[in-house]
Every structure is written in C-alpha cells, then in structure tokens.
C-alpha cells in the first residue's frame, strides 16, 4: 500500500459556518512541493426518498453560484459527530417533510477529490409517512425556500437528459436508484 503524504505546513485560510480552507506544502513523490488547496468538509449525506407508489422526490431550490433553481435529490452536512443515517432521516424530515420508516445506504463517493474530503453518503429512505404531533418538529435551514415533487423514474431519466437536472449527486443517487424496487 502507498504511504501517505504527510504535510510540512498546514494553513487554514477561512473557517467557515460548512466548510474550512486549507493550504497543505507537501513533497510530491518524484520530487518537487505543492502547496495545496483543501477544502475541509465534514461530509453530507444524499437521500433518495421513495414513495409507496416508487417514485422518487426531489427538492427544487435556487443554488445562487449557478445563479438559479435547480431540482435535485435532497441533500444536507453532516453536523459535528453525526450518525450520516440519522441525518439522512433528518434531512428526509426537513427538505421533504416526510419521517422515513426505513432508511438503506446505498453508497458513498468523493464529489471532487481534487481538491475537496467531502464524503457523500447516499441513502434510501422509504415507508415516508407525514410528521405527527408527538414527533420532533422539523428545523428547516434559515436559508432554504424548497418546493418538492415526486417523479417517476423515467421521468427523472428524461430530465437528465434534457439537462434539467444538472446536479452530480442527483445523478449519481439515482443511478444508484435504478435498482431500486418498490418498498
């Protein structure tokens, strides 16, 4: 196994309330040094809610670095020292407004290595039922404005294919989706 590359100088460049930045000064394994850019993430879990009659909802809200709506598969950071599945019952809560009686994981994956060590772990949640008095209400983030609705598959294979949906996680949830049966 290749051993791995320890930093000389670790910088952090911004702290923030998501994310941190890092500048890493490594030697590179033939020689020469880096100074790398990181952008430290705690990880984020991605969940595929489906519904008793298998389709698949999705989130629509305004992702302003692209500078519009953007429907996707309802995602959310991990909190310091979080189960990644029961923030995936979590989100299913907050972004759908539905409890999940059964959550599966269905993978993990490195969005952008190059520079990033978020870890997406994707989830299925399923036997969706509505909120009940005796349950935690849900905690919204103070800047989400979401509209849900449930696709079929093929539908969502059609707004791949069009480019109405864009995002990458959204794509590779559903990949991942397609072996999915009904709950």
Request: proline residues 8%; negative net charge.
């Amino acid at each position: 196994m290749d051993k791995p590359i320890i930093p000389s100088e670790i910088r952090t460049i911004y702290e923030g309330r998501i994310f941190t930045v890092q500048v890493e000064t490594i030697t590179l394994p033939k020689g020469g040094e880096l100074k790398a850019e990181i952008v430290r993430h705690p990880g984020s879990v991605v969940i595929v809610p489906v519904t008793d009659s298998g389709e698949i909802v999705l989130v629509r809200q305004y992702r302003h670095p692209l500078g519009r709506w953007v429907w996707e598969l309802p995602a959310g950071s991990l909190k310091r020292g979080e189960d990644p599945e029961q923030a995936a019952a979590r989100e299913c809560h907050e972004e759908v407004g539905k409890i999940p009686g059964r959550i599966d994981r269905l993978g993990a994956f490195f969005p952008t290595p190059g520079y990033c060590d978020e870890e997406m772990s994707i989830y299925r949640a399923s036997r969706l039922r509505d909120p009940e008095v005796a349950d935690v209400p849900a905690q919204p983030d103070a800047d989400e404005d979401i509209e849900t609705k449930a696709f079929s598959l093929e539908a969502l294979r059609q707004m791949i294919s069009t480019g109405e949906i864009i995002d990458l996680k959204t794509v590779a949830g559903l990949a991942l989706a397609e072996g999915i049966s009904r709950p």
